[in-house]
């Protein structure tokens, strides 16, 4: 099917996750992203698959433990206190080497916060959340087209490195509604999961899901060499927009729907005469470090927009390395910055930086 | 030379980490002999839980998943709900299911989750040294309760075979205790119950086994069992408390 479909982003995500082989979905109610559950409720008896309201997202996240490891394509979804929650499982999970998806929409914090769009769970997405290290690949989509595409990927991604993925959206995201297509994915060579507890039919060896082991030495091997599957993640799954960023006197950092903002001010930047672009991390883990740290060569600074204090800007200073200032500008609990606060920003830097 | 007695082929030839004196390799035992006897080894998933038993996965020959502390029903679930013609236990202690994980094990027997539960209480936390189980009896003197379980601060001991019976979803569910062989013979029979509810799809079966920490309790391994006997019997009552038709 390739035609245009006018839809939201949680429900066309959720069809997205069906269309690319998700029979099993684990959830519990939490705005804004209730319409995930609420689609997969209804369309997944009609694929033969499984809907599943659990009693909390604890729960959800160890049912998607248990799918993941006898070999299922499955998915839970949540936002912000709601993925809090399921860090201890999302840690797990990361630690028996089990792929899933898990998708954030996320809302204004700390604690019950606001139900309204932020961007405020970027440390805990992309520096752990759980305990130990480990990593989650984490995917931000801008638009709803781009949302449906990266769930396919998502699995994909999971399945090649056996890790679990984080589609990070927000309140927006989930919500607003855009005209999309779900087009054929492409294919990866994916490897057959040999690993799965799937019951030995005494053909095999048992199979074991596991994350325990008392032996440091082995423990530190087992670290190791999840370790150069991130850094293979690293090598190969970095996905970044860049516009205009050669000629750019000042390069705003954005990612979702932020970036889309940024978008807009940056061209309303260059109608006043100011030198700008941008550069919109698609993988907030593994993170665009190469093509900051190329902008810096040519560009005089940085300027960050979060719906946040400030999160993703730590990452973009570590990967500018002190060779440029890196600013940030940022609008939490729910607020989304506008295009004329932006450019605002734009002006008082570039006026500084080119009197 | 005709063999009389081996070792089931579910339980695998390796030496168990248990206490000397703990009921943990019994159950391990009659579990693996219910599995051998029922020929579902190559058919079926358990799920290990955090606790005394969390290496269970080393002891069984069955596909095996450790579960995080009191998850292992929310993990069965996902297990049985991607694998709907498998076999899936899980085997946990009362702490596990009875405190950190009260709402997975409330909620799997609930839903009439077509899984099988083993459930160790043993009225203590063993793992960690023998502190206050929500199992623990009144009066019983633990690491945590160096006084003795007082009611007026940490209340009364849990029954959860009597408190899942009333349960919809619950099919089976039964008590029984690993301090003779009388008892032990009862509790065979009832694990292969519990297997055999799950293999008829009639949903949720639990077989609760009062069970011996000598270790923490610092009785001898005999005195152990005629401690469960006059004290865990008389709170915890053995019988069957559910059984769908």
Redesign the interface.
């Known amino acids: 099917m390739s035609e245009k479909v006018l839809m939201k982003g949680n429900e066309a995500l959720a069809e997205a996750a069906i269309r690319a082989g998700c029979r099993?979905f684990?959830g519990y109610p939490i705005t804004p992203q209730t319409e995930v559950s609420a689609y997969m409720s209804k369309r997944m008896p009609q694929v033969d698959g499984?809907f599943?309201q659990?009693?909390?997202e604890?729960?959800?996240i160890?049912?998607?433990?248990?799918?993941?490891?006898?070999?299922?394509r499955?998915m839970t979804s949540s936002s912000s206190p709601g993925i809090s929650l399921k860090q201890?499982?999302i840690s797990?999970i990361a630690a028996?080497d089990l792929p899933c998806l898990v998708v954030n929409i996320v809302r204004g914090g700390p604690g019950l916060g606001g139900i309204q769009p932020a961007q405020s769970d970027y440390f805990q997405a992309v520096k752990g959340g759980g305990h130990g290290d480990y990593h989650l690949v984490v995917l931000a989509p801008a638009s709803v087209q781009e949302l449906v595409d990266l769930t396919a990927e998502a699995f994909d991604i999971g399945d090649m490195y056996r890790v679990p993925v984080m589609i990070m959206g927000d309140g927006m995201l989930g919500q607003m509604m855009e005209p999309i297509t779900f087009g054929e994915p492409k294919k990866r060579n994916l490897p057959e999961k040999t690993w799965a507890?799937?019951?030995?039919?005494?053909?095999r060896k048992?199979?074991?899901?596991?994350?325990?082991y008392l032996t440091p030495e082995e423990l530190e091997e087992l670290n190791n060499e999840r370790a150069k599957r991130y850094a293979a993640i690293e090598e190969n799954e970095v996905k970044v927009e860049l516009q205009q960023v050669e000629d750019a006197d000042l390069v705003l950092v954005a990612y979702g729907v932020t970036a889309r903002i940024a978008k807009t001010a940056a061209a309303i930047a260059r109608e006043k005469g100011m030198k700008v672009g941008l550069i919109r991390p698609i993988t907030l883990w593994p993170f665009p470090k190469k093509e900051i740290a190329n902008a810096a060569k040519s560009a005089k600074c940085f300027l960050t927009v979060e719906m946040s204090q400030g999160q993703m800007v730590e990452d973009v200073r570590l990967a500018v390395n002190g060779a440029k200032p890196v600013h940030f500008y940022g609008r939490n609990g729910g607020i989304v910055p506008t295009p004329d606060e932006i450019v605002k920003e734009m002006e008082k830097l570039l006026g500084g930086a080119n009197e | 030379m005709k063999k009389v007695f081996e070792r089931p082929h579910a339980l695998s030839d390796v030496t168990l980490h248990y206490c000397p004196g703990c009921t943990h390799g019994i159950v391990h035992r009659l579990v693996a002999e219910v599995i051998d006897e029922l020929g579902i080894?190559?058919?079926?998933?358990g799920?290990?839980s955090v606790g005394c038993s969390?290496f269970s996965?080393?002891y069984?020959?069955?596909?095996?998943?450790?579960?995080?502390h009191g998850?292992a029903p929310?993990?069965?679930?996902?297990?049985?709900?991607?694998?709907r013609d498998?076999i899936v236990f899980t085997y946990q202690g009362d702490g596990d299911l009875a405190a950190i994980g009260t709402?997975?094990t409330?909620?799997a027997a609930t839903r009439g989750e077509n899984i099988t539960v083993i459930f160790i209480n043993n009225t203590t936390y063993g793992m960690t040294g023998g502190q206050m189980a929500p199992t623990t009896l009144v009066g019983q003197v633990t690491q945590t309760t160096p006084y003795g379980r007082k009611t007026e601060t940490q209340g009364y001991p849990i029954n959860m075979s009597e408190m899942l019976a009333t349960l919809e979803g619950t099919a089976y569910i039964e008590r029984v205790a690993a301090d003779s062989v009388q008892h032990i013979r009862a509790a065979k029979k009832a694990i292969k119950k519990a297997f055999e509810t799950q293999i008829a799809g009639k949903g949720f079966s639990m077989v609760e086994v009062l069970s011996t920490c000598p270790t923490n309790w610092g009785l001898s391994p005999a005195e152990s069992m005629q401690w469960l006997r006059d004290n865990m019997i008389p709170q915890y009552p053995l019988g069957v408390f559910k059984e769908k038709e």
């Open positions: 099993l684990f499984l599943l659990a009693e909390s604890v729960a959800a160890n049912m998607v433990y248990g799918a993941a490891g006898a070999g299922a499955v201890e499982g797990y028996s507890t799937t019951g030995t039919a005494m053909q048992k199979n074991v899901v596991n994350s325990l | 080894e190559g058919n079926t998933v799920i290990a969390v996965y080393n069984f020959e069955c596909d095996m998943q450790e579960a995080a998850r929310a993990v069965a679930t996902g297990v049985k709900r991607a694998l498998k709402a997975e409330v909620h």
